[in-house]
Nanobody
Framework: EVQLLESGGGLVQPGGSLRLSCEAS????????MNWVRQGPGKGFEWVAS????????SYAQSVKGRFTVSRDNVKNTMYLQMNSLKTEDTALYYC??????????????????WGQGTQVTVSS
């Protein structure tokens, strides 16, 4: 059974940092493209970042580029999202998810096969 478990969210002041984790079971993270997506209060789903299985490459939404970094530990079968210089607009429920199509950067929930339960990030002074 495929499961994704996010953790690491919390309350942080603007300019602060958090590291989110996504622990996978039932499959190997390194064999699948993996995305981080988020849903802010009153907003739709937003693609945040991707890590690609073929070469470990990454891509980022313009809104987080230069501040967020995706990484992966194949031994722990865990993906991470390092978030620096956080802004109030980063407040959201963050999910890791497996896209149905390779290379997808979709913000449509239906384009994802598996999701975790999410971890809440709140950026506030």
């Amino acid at each position: 059974e495929v499961q994704l478990l996010e953790s690491g969210g919390g309350l942080v002041q603007p300019g602060g940092s958090l590291r989110l984790s996504c622990e996978a079971s039932g499959f190997l993270l390194g064999h699948s493209d993996m995305n981080w997506v988020r849903q802010g209060p009153g907003k739709g789903f937003e693609w945040v970042a991707s890590m690609y299985n073929r070469d470990g490459g990454t891509s980022y939404a313009q809104s987080v580029k230069g501040r967020f970094t995706v990484s992966r530990d194949n031994v722990k079968n865990t993906m991470y999202l390092q978030m620096n210089s956080l802004k109030t607009e980063d407040t959201a429920l963050y999910y890791c998810a497996t896209p149905r199509s390779r290379g997808s950067r979709s913000s449509d929930r239906d384009d994802y096969a598996y999701w975790g339960q999410g971890t809440q990030v709140t950026v506030s002074s």
